[in-house]
């Protein structure tokens, strides 16, 4: 039974590998993207690499690990069931040993075969496993080629789902996106490169730091756009998506090819200008012997994973058969000319609070909890149909440079216990509004002072 078991483990092994070898066959058959595109996005020497994030972006999911060498990616070793259970501290403590059982037992199964040799009556089934993947991607169970390939295991998870969802959400701005690139004289397929950076999230933060769809960080937005505390254009999808547009012009310039470009837009200008000095202008050739504590598998993958996200989104219906893709978001845009609570905002222009929040991700949460005002001179985005009459024709300003009519506000005198946090709380408004209404450089109130409320 034992050995049946076996077999049929061997097997089904092969069977997954094959079925990789027999997906690059098959879509080399495939019809060859334009011409223009493929001139200037080229991916010769990129098939097995854009293969392989093919796979990952369709075919293996959040509960699967692909264990497999991070310079060849043809050798995958096996796939692991690893349920994506959650984010607390346990549930990542679970998976990393997990992923630490199986990277060890790997590396045991290259140290035999290194020090039996791979033609040892000693082996056991799982060196001849492991012999039989390498024989298929071509490597020679030499002692350096066993050494150096157990050096380079690494585990990748799926997010078959993950990209699923972003090709769902990404019609929402893709024709904005793309009239803002066409304008620049830039390639359209770039508006695609959200895929790789945030699967459309438009919400996303990294752990880096960097914010939004197009994962821009705090010091290279701030050259560009406005980062506050209570608006941060970086999540702004049409904003940061000309903020984008711009980079990847100057790495463009700057570097002269798109798929240098496109790296760079991951590792960097500069870190780019650096290998090309060093290497020339050919990405693969970057890629292959570029030495740097910087360029690692990120760099090395990340133009591969465009061109496989590209491929994807032309045909998602062979991948995600049946995919609704959102609709594209038609909305207006008014400039707010006075410091406003959203609140104020959803009465006059008679949308819902979660409206507002769905058309403006730049709004931050300081905005939705009312723990301060919308800023003079924000752009705020309204659904198509609402009536956008200015602010000024529908109410007093909330703002002015003269003393307020007391007319146009409730008053409120300061009790004991009062605080202006929790005056901004039980009128739903901002902290900011109610210190700017009533002129207070502070938070220090006091008892029996009458307050102006909007």
Same mark, same amino acid.
């Given at each position: 039974?034992?050995?049946?078991?076996?077999?049929?483990?061997?097997?089904?092994?092969?069977?997954?590998?094959?079925?990789?070898?027999?997906?690059?066959?098959?879509?080399?058959?495939?019809?060859?993207?334009?011409?223009?595109?493929?001139?200037?996005?080229?991916?010769?020497?990129?098939?097995?690499?854009?293969?392989?994030?093919?796979?990952?972006?369709?075919?293996?999911?959040?509960?699967?690990?692909?264990?497999?060498?991070?310079?060849?990616?043809?050798?995958?070793?096996?796939?692991?069931?690893?349920?994506?259970?959650?984010?607390?501290?346990?549930?990542?403590?679970?998976?990393?040993?997990?992923?630490?059982?199986?990277?060890?037992?790997?590396?045991?199964?290259?140290?035999?075969?290194?020090?039996?040799?791979?033609?040892?009556?000693?082996?056991?089934?799982?060196?001849?496993?492991?012999?039989?993947?390498?024989?298929?991607?071509?490597?020679?169970?030499?002692?350096?080629?066993?050494?150096?390939?157990?050096?380079?295991?690494?585990?990748?998870?799926?997010?078959?789902?993950?990209?699923?969802?972003?090709?769902?959400?990404?019609?929402?701005?893709?024709?904005?996106?793309?009239?803002?690139?066409?304008?620049?004289?830039?390639?359209?397929?770039?508006?695609?490169?959200?895929?790789?950076?945030?699967?459309?999230?438009?919400?996303?933060?990294?752990?880096?730091?960097?914010?939004?769809?197009?994962?821009?960080?705090?010091?290279?937005?701030?050259?560009?756009?406005?980062?506050?505390?209570?608006?941060?254009?970086?999540?702004?999808?049409?904003?940061?998506?000309?903020?984008?547009?711009?980079?990847?012009?100057?790495?463009?310039?700057?570097?002269?090819?798109?798929?240098?470009?496109?790296?760079?837009?991951?590792?960097?200008?500069?870190?780019?200008?650096?290998?090309?000095?060093?290497?020339?202008?050919?990405?693969? *050739?970057?890629?292959?012997?570029?030495?740097?504590?910087?360029?690692?598998?990120?760099?090395? *993958?990340?133009?591969?994973?465009?061109?496989?996200?590209?491929?994807?989104?032309?045909?998602?219906?062979?991948?995600?058969?049946?995919?609704?893709?959102?609709?594209?978001?038609?909305?207006?845009?008014?400039?707010?000319?006075?410091?406003?609570?959203?609140?104020?905002?959803? *009465?006059?222009?008679?949308?819902?609070?979660?409206?507002?929040?769905?058309?403006?991700?730049?709004?931050?949460?300081?905005?939705?909890?009312?723990?301060?005002?919308?800023?003079?001179?924000?752009?705020?985005?309204?659904?198509?149909?609402?009536?956008?009459?200015?602010?000024?024709?529908?109410?007093?300003?909330?703002?002015?440079?003269?003393?307020?009519?007391?007319?146009?506000?409730?008053?409120?005198?300061?009790?004991?216990?009062?605080?202006?946090?929790?005056?901004?709380?039980?009128?739903?408004?901002?902290?900011?509004?109610?210190?700017?209404?009533?002129?207070?450089?502070?938070?220090?109130?006091?008892?029996?002072?009458?307050?102006?409320?909007?």
């Amino acid at each position: 039974m034992a050995l049946m078991l076996r077999r049929w483990c061997l097997l089904s092994f092969l069977v997954v590998f094959s079925g990789f070898t027999v997906i690059a066959a098959n879509q080399a058959a495939a019809p060859a993207p334009g011409s223009e595109f493929s001139k200037l996005f080229p991916s010769a020497g990129f098939e097995e690499r854009v293969e392989f994030w093919k796979m990952i972006f369709t075919r293996y999911g959040r509960d699967e690990v692909v264990v497999h060498d991070r310079k060849d990616l043809r050798l995958i070793y096996k796939v692991v069931s690893s349920p994506y259970d959650g984010t607390d501290r346990a549930s990542i403590r679970r998976r990393q040993a997990q992923m630490k059982q199986t990277v060890d037992g790997l590396a045991r199964t290259f140290d035999d075969l290194i020090a039996l040799g791979p033609d040892s009556d000693q082996l056991e089934f799982r060196h001849h496993e492991l012999l039989a993947v390498l024989k298929l991607a071509n490597h020679q169970p030499t002692e350096a080629a066993l050494r150096r390939l157990k050096g380079n295991v690494h585990l990748q998870r799926g997010i078959k789902e993950k990209f699923r969802e972003g090709l769902v959400r990404s019609g929402r701005y893709l024709p904005h996106l793309e009239q803002i690139f066409t304008e620049k004289g830039l390639p359209p397929e770039l508006v695609l490169l959200p895929h790789v950076e945030s699967s459309f999230d438009y919400s996303a933060y990294s752990s880096k730091g960097a914010a939004g769809i197009w994962q821009i960080t705090r010091g290279t937005g701030r050259k560009l756009l406005k980062i506050g505390r209570t608006v941060d254009e970086r999540l702004h999808p049409i904003r940061a998506g000309e903020a984008a547009a711009q980079l990847l012009l100057d790495n463009y310039q700057a570097l002269g090819t798109w798929p240098l470009a496109i790296t760079a837009y991951n590792q960097g200008k500069y870190g780019m200008l650096r290998a090309q000095a060093v290497h020339g202008s050919d990405l693969k *050739n970057i890629v292959d012997n570029y030495q740097s504590k910087i360029f690692g598998y990120a760099g090395e *993958n990340f133009y591969a994973e465009f061109l496989a996200a590209v491929e994807i989104t032309r045909d998602h219906e062979k991948f995600f058969p049946s995919l609704q893709i959102d609709m594209p978001l038609s909305f207006a845009t008014v400039t707010v000319p006075t410091s406003t609570s959203i609140k104020a905002l959803a *009465n006059r222009y008679k949308v819902s609070t979660e409206a507002l929040r769905a058309y403006n991700p730049h709004l931050t949460s300081r905005v939705w909890r009312r723990a301060s005002a919308v800023p003079a001179g924000t752009a705020v985005h309204l659904p198509s149909g609402q009536r956008l009459t200015t602010l000024a024709e529908n109410t007093a300003p909330e703002r002015t440079t003269s003393k307020p009519a007391a007319s146009n506000y409730t008053r409120y005198k300061v009790r004991r216990g009062d605080t202006l946090s929790k005056i901004a709380r039980r009128f739903q408004v901002g902290i900011d509004q109610l210190k700017e209404l009533n002129r207070i450089n502070s938070t220090r109130i006091y008892l029996g002072q009458l307050l102006l409320i909007p």
